[in-house]
Structures are given as C-alpha cells and as structure tokens.
T-cell receptor, first 109, second 117 residues
Framework: GIQVEQSPPDLILQEGANSTLRCNFS?????LQWFHQNPWGQLINLFY???GTKQNGRLSATTVATERYSLLYISSSQTTDSGVYFC???????????FGTGTQLKVEL | GAVVSQHPSRVICKSGTSVKIECRSL??????MFWYRQFPKQSLMLMAT?????????EQGVEKDKFLINHASLTLSTLTVTSAHPEDSSFYIC?????????????FGPGTRLTVT
C-alpha cells in the first residue's frame, strides 16, 4: 500500500514563529487532506488539497502531486496551534484515507 | 456543516463484555462511513469501510467477527466490539464522507476512548 511519511516528527516553537510541515507519499493520489488533532483527540479539517495551493488565515498548504509531497505552513504560531498534525491521502476510487506518521507540534510562550 | 458525532465519548467495560459505539452524521447524509483505531502516540489506522445498506469492508488483519459494523441508515453507523479484551483498549474514531461533487473529503467524529479492564 501507499506509504505516507511526515517530517519533522516533533517540533517546538516559540509563539509567533513560523513553521513548515512536510508530507511525502509514495504513489499518485487523488485525495489529500490535512488535519489538526487537538489534545482531546478531535481531528479538525484544515485543508482538502489534492493539488495546488490554498490559504486560510495563518495557515496555508501546497500540494505538488507530480512530485508526491505536500507542505503545510503555519505562520505567527499560537499556543492553541499545539497538537498533532496529520496529512492523509487517498488513492483510486475507494475513498479510503491512509494517514501519515504525524507531526507533534508544541508552541510555547 | 459536516458535523459528525460519536457516542459514548469514553467507556470502561470488563473483559469479555461487548461494547457498542455509535457514529452519526448530524447535518448530512453519509452513504459511506469509516472506522479508525488510534493507539497512544500513533497514527490512525483504518479498520473498515461502512456502506449504508451493505456489508462493511474490513482492512487486512481486522477481525470482522470481533468488530461488528452496521450501517442501517444514511446517518448512523455502529461499531460493536464483541468479547472485548484489554488489548482492544484504544481510541476509536469514525468519519463520514461528505457527498460533495468532485471532492472525497472526510469529516471526523470526536472519538470514543475504550478501556477494557
């Protein structure tokens, strides 16, 4: 099956700093989503981005499908950004998602 | 829009008993729902795909007789963990595919934390 690797696995930032999270996948995909899992376990949809670039406030994402990677940018980080960030990809017509390994982000004051 | 709920949020049961977890799409109809399991400090692993009105499709290595899935309506899927054992203790999360043209976006429930004693 498809492999999805995220980097870095852990990241500590000072409040106000910027960061880039990376998601590499091993095969062609027709679906890619970014999620933030908060400390209570809820996954929050950030982006549906199988290709191209999107922005939503302090967050933006870019997927280069031909090179099999996606990037999530967090600017002016806040303590509420802490948690785990997952990318998840789908291939074929089955609608299934394969989750990446995750990036644990901690934003400190 | 696209709200998914789960009940219960946490449950503690004794070894050998069965537990039912409900997943509901609150503001849309979901022909397809998914069940995931997440162990501490790990990623989400897909257990099965639940299709309304038909049998669920289980991922390799998931025991279908142990994890019973029923998707009886367009807004409800249930996961029953039968004869639960301590190794079944985990965080179970459901998702639903939002049927928007051209998109396969999934929205997730808040999860159910199962502890088997």
């Amino acid at each position: 099956g498809i492999q999805v690797e995220q980097s870095p696995p852990d990241l500590i930032l000072q409040e106000g700093a910027n960061s880039t999270l990376r998601c590499n996948f091993s095969d062609s995909v027709n679906n890619l989503q970014w999620f933030h899992q908060n400390p209570w376990g809820q996954l929050i949809n950030l982006f549906y981005i199988p290709s191209g670039t999107k922005q939503n406030g302090r967050l933006s994402a870019t997927t280069v499908a031909t090179e099999r990677y996606s990037l999530l940018y967090i600017s002016s980080s806040q303590t509420t950004d802490s948690g785990v960030y997952f990318c998840a990809v789908g291939e074929g017509g089955g609608n299934k998602l394969t989750f990446g390994t995750g990036t644990q982000l901690k934003v400190e004051l | 829009g696209a709200v998914v709920s789960q009940h219960p949020s946490r449950v503690i049961c004794k070894s050998g008993t069965s537990v039912k977890i409900e997943c509901r799409s609150l503001d849309f109809q979901a022909t397809t729902m998914f069940w995931y399991r997440q162990f501490p400090k790990q990623s989400l692993m897909l257990m099965a795909t639940s299709n309304e009105g038909s049998k669920a499709t289980y991922e390799q290595g998931v025991e279908k007789d142990k994890f019973l899935i029923n998707h009886a309506s367009l807004t409800l899927s249930t996961l029953t963990v039968t004869s639960a054992h301590p190794e079944d203790s985990s965080f179970y999360i459901c998702s639903a595919r939002v049927p928007t043209s051209g998109r396969d976006e999934q929205y997730f429930g808040p999860g159910t934390r199962l502890t088997v004693t």
